[in-house]
């Protein structure tokens, strides 16, 4: 069966969001068409995958929310089982965000392992 789930993240930073896409390679998209296995469907804010699918930024009560369609692991292919390499780089995006919000120099170390480090410096 095919349809579109959440994923287990909440957004407060769009900005943020964006960010982490295009540095993965992927746009985000407003007022557009989402493709998934059974077609498309509208949605105020696409992710837009390479290949066949796509990801859905849904407004909810507390912000924002993912949606994706996990049929055949092509969605998992391009942003993480659970969409794990998403979350990592959306929530490095709002920490260096906030850092320098409040006047910190931010240096980012994208590690062997797999894991980021932030530097945080006085300007």
């Given at each position: 069966m095919s349809h579109f789930t959440d994923v287990e993240l909440e957004i407060k930073d769009l900005q943020a969001l964006e960010d982490a896409c295009k540095e993965m390679g992927f746009e985000l998209v407003r007022?557009?068409?989402?493709?998934?296995?059974?077609?498309s469907k509208q949605a105020d804010i696409v992710i837009k995958l390479?290949?066949?699918?796509?990801?859905?930024?849904?407004?909810?009560?507390?912000?924002?929310?993912?949606?994706?369609d996990w049929y055949d692991g092509h969605v998992a292919r391009c942003v993480g089982q659970n969409a794990?390499?998403?979350?990592?780089?959306?929530?490095?995006?709002?920490?260096?965000?906030?850092?320098?919000?409040?006047?910190?120099?931010?240096?980012?170390?994208?590690?062997?392992?797999?894991?980021?480090?932030?530097?945080l410096g006085v300007r």
């Amino acid at each position: 069966m095919s349809h579109f789930t959440d994923v287990e993240l909440e957004i407060k930073d769009l900005q943020a969001l964006e960010d982490a896409c295009k540095e993965m390679g992927f746009e985000l998209v407003r007022n557009t068409t989402a493709r998934y296995y059974y077609g498309s469907k509208q949605a105020d804010i696409v992710i837009k995958l390479s290949g066949k699918y796509d990801m859905t930024v849904e407004k909810s009560e507390n912000g924002y929310k993912l949606q994706a369609d996990w049929y055949d692991g092509h969605v998992a292919r391009c942003v993480g089982q659970n969409a794990d390499l998403l979350k990592q780089n959306y929530a490095t995006h709002v920490a260096m965000r906030m850092a320098r919000k409040k006047g910190y120099r931010v240096q980012r170390r994208n590690l062997q392992n797999g894991k980021v480090e932030l530097i945080l410096g006085v300007r």
